[in-house]
Antibody, heavy 117, light 106 residues
Framework: QVQLKESGPGLVQPSRTLSLTCTVSGFSLTSYGVSWVRQPPGKGLEWIAAIWSGGSTDYNSALKSRLSISRDTSKSQVLLKMNSLQTEDTAMYFC???????????WGQGVMVTVSS | AIQVTQSPTSLSASLGDRVTLTCRASQDINNKMAWYQQKPGEVPQLLIYYASTLQSGTPSRFSGSGAGTDFSFTISHLQSEDFATYYCLQGYSLYTFGAGTKLELK
């Protein structure tokens, strides 16, 4: 069945770079896109970045200068890097699958990232 | 970037009620609107896409409508498991979520 699982450090120091991995199973990254979505504690959802089935990428314009999304199809992994972290980046980070018709039809359980010294 | 305004921010309702949420996009997004349900501590669940198409497994008491800039989401007969936060999402130009509507038991 379709599964996505996020992994990464739970705690990151301010100004450092965050690296997150989304490992997927049950589908191919060359057939489906994957996005990252985050949710600060007690707040709403924010789309961060996407990598499409063809390998092209898109970013939230407000965060674009700090982001990089890539994939390793041999490992079924999508990688997200965000630099210059601030406390406002503290959030649950989710990866989610996109099909040709329905956005974010499957989600990972999320990984909580806290930015603190 | 396309902005999405969701209303109301919160809503109190009783079991069996009919409730409607709305989302307005800052420009024409055709029918590229989706709706999600999120319960505390859980992952968002896709309920509706293309404004009115029910995702597999979504109960028929949920419905969506609209096109262009104005969209609505209705729960026809509230059940206890429906009390949650609901988000709309525009997918016409990249993605933008609405701020969410918290549906609470009156």
């Amino acid at each position: 069945q379709v599964q996505l699982k996020e992994s990464g450090p739970g705690l990151v120091q301010p100004s450092r770079t965050l690296s997150l991995t989304c490992t997927v199973s049950g589908f191919s990254l060359t057939s489906y896109g994957v996005s990252w979505v985050r949710q600060p504690p007690g707040k709403g959802l924010e789309w961060i970045a996407a990598i499409w089935s063809g390998g092209s990428t898109d970013y939230n314009s407000a965060l674009k200068s700090r982001l990089s999304i890539s994939r390793d199809t041999s490992k079924s992994q999508v990688l997200l890097k965000m630099n210059s972290l601030q406390t406002e980046d503290t959030a649950m980070y989710f990866c989610a699958r996109e099909s040709a018709v329905a956005p974010f039809d499957y989600w990972g359980q999320g990984v909580m990232v806290t930015v603190s010294s | 970037a396309i902005q999405v305004t969701q209303s109301p921010t919160s809503l109190s309702a009783s079991l069996g009620d009919r409730v409607t949420l709305t989302c307005r996009a800052s420009q024409d997004i055709n029918n590229k609107m989706a709706w999600y349900q999120q319960k505390p501590g859980e992952v968002p669940q896709l309920l509706i896409y293309y404004a009115s198409t029910l995702q597999s497994g979504t109960p028929s008491r949920f419905s969506g409508s609209g096109a262009g800039t104005d969209f609505s989401f209705t729960i026809s007969h509230l059940q206890s498991e429906d009390f949650a936060t609901y988000y709309c999402l525009q997918g016409y130009s990249l993605y933008t979520f609405g701020a969410g509507t918290k549906l609470e038991l009156k």
